[in-house]
Each structure stands twice: as C-alpha cells, then as structure tokens.
C-alpha cells in the first residue's frame, strides 16, 4: 500500500492508479509512523465537519519537522489554514468580510483586463505556467493586498518554498528555503503594514486595510497579521495556478470535452467544478484525532495525524458515477477540492472566478493549442504541472 515516505517511482506522474487501489484495498492506509491514509469520499467529509473530535492544529506535528523557533514554525502555526477557534474564527470572519460577493464581482473586470493582456503578449510557443496561469493568481493576491507592482517579483518564488515546506519529507535545502522564504516575506510585509496602516487604503477593496482594522472583537496581533497576509499569498497562488493548468491540460487531452465547450460556453462553471475534481490542486489534506475515536471500525487513537486523500475521495465510485470520466457537464458534483466543514477554503468564490476566466478567455482568444511537452511538479500534497510548453495559433 501506499508509504508517503516511500513513494512509487511512477507517482508524481500518475498518483490516481494508487489512489484507486488505496479506495479498493484499504480506504484506511496505516503509515509506517503511526499516521493514517483516509481516501474515500465519505470519511473526508464526517472528518471535515467535526472540527471538535479532528483538530487543525499542527504545533505537535510542526515541532519536531519545523523546529518549535523557525519562522517556518511560526508561519504554519499562526496562519487560518492551520488553526482552530477563537483564532480560527477571528481571522476568517474578518478575511470573509473582505471577500464578499460584491468585492469579488468588483475584481472581475481587472482578472479579465489581466487575462486578455496575457493572451495579447502570449508567444507562439509559450510555457502556459510561467506565462500565463502563474501570472494570473500573482497579480490577483496583488492587487488585493494592494502591493506595489515594482514589488511582486518574488512573490511566487516565496510562495512555492513555503508550501514546499509542507510535503512529506523534505531535504535540508527544502527546509532552508522555506525558512528564508517566511522570513524574507515576513520582513517585506513589515514595511508594507506600516506604510499601510498611515496610508490605509479602501477596506472595501483592499484586504490588507481590512485585517490591519479588525472587526468589532478586535484586531490581529502583528505576528496574526504577517502571517496571514503570507497565507493569503500561499491560499490562492499555487492551487490556483495549478488549477488554471490542470485545466488547459485535461482540456487539450480531451478534446471532445474542449470542443463541446467550445460549442456550449456556458458549460464553464461546470467545466470548472469538474477540473477541481479530477485534478484537485490540494491533494491531501490532514487532521489530528483530537481523542480516542473509530473510522468504519478502525480504532483512531488521540494523536493521530489524519492525511486527507482529497485526489482519492474526489475519484470515489461511492460518491461519483465514472469518475475516470472527464465530464463537463456533471452533475451534481460534491468534490472536496476546496476541503469542507468550517475550513472550507475562505477564497473558494474567487478562485473559481479566476479558473472561469482565465480558461473561457483563453479558448475564445486560442483557436488551438497543442501542448509540447509537459513537467509534473514533484510535490505530493499538490497536483500540478511546472511547466506546460504548448504551440499555440494565437487569435487576436
């Protein structure tokens, strides 16, 4: 069965034949340290709505990986993603008031003049990563936080190395890289929310302003407040990214499936949902059993350090009908991309503006595109491609 401390030579190319044969043979994958596989669909979602019996809280699993005193440490431990409530509570509610409906529909009109200028500049034979679904997110987180263009260079390379951090293993240089990533973002945001907080700018748009205030309860201490501007960088830039990819890829792969959206337009907010399913950018998530409990009769002893199979769940046959089925058009479609429960992802809605744009426009402007070659990013928590180097018949 599936180690991920060990992983198959062929994973990172096709994770899914393991995936299927964790759901067939054991849905409830012992590690050899004492850590659990949960891979069907049904499990992930009781693990997710119970935040009281499975915590989000990493400080025991962080300490001896991280280092109780690295800014890597201080980076998983403090941000949303990685908490439970009150902090859990706080941080979100003030990051959703940010992200309304309306706020978002108020970004729609820059994604698109972004989108459309990097199908105006895109070269015959592009990467579709490094110029155009990478570029995409980067300058969205941007323009929440309202960074200053001249300053969004290292943006991405920042993000990668932190969310490097969190695979399985890691080597020194791994490690060594996250830690600089945290600190260099860290030291950078520091300058930002000073400058921030004696030029605050719109809270109805910018969400920067809207942490440094706080709400009726209170505002973020400056370490909740860094490190969660971080985790808004790392929430919406590689998943997104990889979901802009993911899809480019099943959609060039499956051409009767591009050529029925083509046709049928509309079909891309399901089209959307169904690259989320087949390609999740997260893969896995975790948990930890916060006491003594059973899975399907598994005893589950307190401690337990849960991985998530989000790539799994979201191909389970309990749940989907032909899920090796790239189908555009399903539905319902009840995937776990985005997790579930109270840490269902807080930018949910406008990732999935930015997937719908950003795949729409690029087969209104692109009458084809043939992609090259491809490179698998060798990550195992996410499902992505580093490079996608694709001839391109450019309309304009």
């Known amino acids: 069965m599936l180690d991920l401390t060990q992983l198959p030579p062929d994973f990172h190319e096709n994770p899914f034949v393991h995936y299927d044969a964790l759901l067939r043979d054991k849905p409830i994958c012992p590690q050899r340290d004492g850590s659990i596989i949960l891979s069907r669909h049904a499990d992930l979602s009781h693990v997710y709505k119970d935040s009281n019996l499975f915590t989000s809280d990493k400080r025991v699993v962080f300490k001896p990986k991280f280092g109780s ?105 791994q490690l060594a890289d996250g830690n600089a990533a945290v600190s260099e973002f860290k030291s950078y945001l520091q300058e930002l929310i000073a400058h921030r907080r004696a030029h605050p700018g719109d809270p109805e748009t910018d969400v920067l302003t809207r942490l440094i205030a706080g709400d009726s309860d209170g505002q973020l201490s400056e370490i909740e407040l860094i490190q969660n501007c971080i985790f808004i960088l790392n929430a919406g830039h590689e998943t997104t990214t990889n979901l802009i990819g993911n899809g480019l890829a099943l959609l060039h792969d499956n051409p009767a499936a591009q050529a029925q959206l083509r046709g049928s337009p509309h079909l891309i907010d399901t089209t959307v949902e169904e690259v989320l399913r087949m390609a999740s950018p997260n893969q896995f998530g975790n948990r930890e059993a916060a006491q003594d409990t059973e899975i399907n009769g598994i005893f589950i002893k307190k401690g337990t350090n849960l991985h998530l199979c989000i790539g799994a769940a979201n191909r389970d046959p309990d749940q989907f009908c032909d899920p090796d089925v790239f189908d555009i058009s399903r539905k319902p479609n009840r995937h776990l991309a985005f997790a579930g429960g109270p840490h269902v992802c807080v930018g949910l809605t406008l990732a999935r503006l930015e997937g719908r744009i950003a795949l729409a426009r690029f087969l209104l402007r692109i009458p084809n595109y043939e992609i090259k070659t491809r490179t698998h990013g060798a990550r195992v928590r996410f499902r992505g491609y580093t490079s996608l180097c694709a001839h391109c018949l450019v309309g304009r």
């Open 69 to 173: 005193d690295s800014p890597l440490f201080e980076h998983h431990t403090t941000s949303l993603v990685f908490n439970d409530p009150p902090l859990h509570t706080r941080v979100r509610r003030i990051m959703s008031s940010a992200l309304t409906p309306r706020a978002i529909q108020r970004l729609e009109p820059g994604l698109i003049k972004t989108v459309d200028h990097l199908l105006d500049t895109l070269p015959e034979h592009p990467d579709l990563i490094e110029d155009f679904a990478a570029q995409i997110p980067i300058q969205i987180i941007g323009n929440l936080l309202d960074i200053p263009l001249q300053d969004r260079g290292p943006l991405r390379g920042w993000s990668l190395a932190i969310l490097g951090a969190l695979e399985p293993t890691l080597t020194p240089q």
